[in-house]
T-cell receptor
């Protein structure tokens, strides 16, 4: 158990809809990352937060947004969903958010857009 | 453009033998490299890392080698065990980047 909790584990929805994925980091970790893994793809970095502030942005679509709350949990909002958004979404956390830190990953949310 | 490439999607090895997983990168600014292992229905877990000031790092059965001139790193597992069967991701970061860049992964199957 990594200590990172992601909910829900599975999500099935329709095109055009909006969903929210939730992540609770390990106790004591200030930084949260979101990654997307599509079929046969590596982990694509979406966005990073550190202590409530956005710190780095990757290949995140404008239809997607995220935030980190004062209690350090994070939510990833996906709107106007398309078939291609179907993927495994991982949240990870680390203590300080430095590039040399190892990340602790949750078990992911499998999103299926039908 | 993939900055971190794992060109072998899969690898099968006999139990007890050596497993060698390879990774190439293109960004010369990368200075820290990590390997993660992923079992089905679980998130990736950290395995081993190496800084660019080293060319080798060992942790038990796992050794990572870094060849900076070739922009290549490899993970050696000796001896391989059936429990090592998983997807292995190579990842890299530069000193200022806040995020890791991952490869597409290699599925390792260790046959009993």
């Amino acid at each position: 158990d990594s200590g990172v909790t992601q909910t829900p584990k599975h999500l099935i929805t329709a095109t055009g809809q909006r969903v929210t994925l939730r992540c609770s980091p390990r106790s004591g970790d200030l930084s949260v990352y979101w990654y997307q893994q599509s079929l046969d793809q590596g982990l694509q970095f979406l966005i990073q937060y550190y202590n409530g502030e956005e710190r780095a942005k990757g290949n995140i679509l404008e239809r997607f947004s995220a935030q980190q709350f004062p209690d350090l949990h994070s939510e990833l909002n996906l709107s106007s969903l398309e078939l291609g958004d179907s993927a495994l979404y991982f949240c990870a956390s680390s203590v300080r958010g430095g590039g040399e830190e190892k990340l602790f990953f949750g078990s992911g949310t499998q999103l299926s857009v039908l | 453009d993939q900055q971190v490439k794992q060109n072998s999607p899969s690898l099968s090895v006999q139990e007890g033998r050596i497993s060698i997983l390879n990774c190439d990168y293109t960004n010369s600014m990368f200075d820290y490299f990590l390997w993660y292992k992923k079992y089905p229905a679980e998130g990736p877990t950290f395995l081993i890392s190496i800084s660019s000031i080293k060319d080798k790092n060992e942790d038990g059965r796992f050794t990572v080698f870094l060849n900076k001139s070739a922009k290549h790193l490899s993970l050696h597992i000796v001896p391989s065990q059936p429990g090592d069967s998983a997807v292995y991701f190579c990842a890299a970061s530069d000193g200022s980047a806040r995020q890791l860049t991952f490869g597409s992964g290699t599925q390792l199957t260790v046959l009993p």
